[in-house]
């Protein structure tokens, strides 16, 4: 999958497309998900073109991966979820069905997640 500048993330991160922005930072951008899957589910997205984990960490400079993770950290306490728990998802390729080719994580959390897998 290759990066297409026009995807709806990177439209975000220019500010083309509105958003309920939770947190931004040098690192990370993050805000609501339109269609949640949780009490809370937060999309985080690095500040760069990067279309998946693998392209972020092979190409991201080890500043902006530290930062990005330490980002994560930081907006899972912001929103609450640091003692009940919570939990991160990243898909990469069509068959965990990545829908937007730009890397990005889900912060999941507000209620017991069950299983990782039915």
Same mark, same amino acid.
Not at 76 to 88: F, M, P, V
Not at 95 to 107: G, N, R
């Given at each position: 999958?290759?990066?297409?500048k ?19 930072? @040098? =690192?990370?951008f993050?805000? @609501? *998900?339109?269609v &949640?899957? !949780? ?6 997205? &690095?500040?760069?073109?990067?279309? $998946?984990?693998? *392209?972020?960490?092979?190409? /991201? &400079?080890? @500043?902006?991966?530290?930062g990005?993770? *330490? $980002?994560?950290?930081?907006i !899972? /306490? ?5 003692? $009940?728990? =919570? ?7 069509p068959?965990? $069905? ?10 999941l959390?507000?209620?017991p ?5 039915p």
């Open positions: 999958m290759a990066y297409d026009n995807n709806i993330f990177a439209k975000i991160l220019r500010g083309e497309i509105p958003c309920k922005k939770v947190h931004e930072d @040098e =690192y990370a993050a805000f @609501e *998900d339109i &949640p899957n !949780a009490p809370v589910h937060v999309l985080v997205v &690095p500040k760069g073109e990067y279309v $998946s984990l693998h *392209d972020f960490a092979a190409h /991201a &400079p080890r @500043e902006l991966v530290c990005f993770f *330490d $980002s994560v950290t930081k !899972a /306490a912001q929103l609450g979820l640091e003692e $009940s728990g =919570y939990r991160i998802i990243t898909n990469h390729g068959d965990a $069905s990545q829908s937007v080719p730009h890397f990005h994580v889900h912060i959390g507000g209620r997640l069950g299983k990782l897998l």
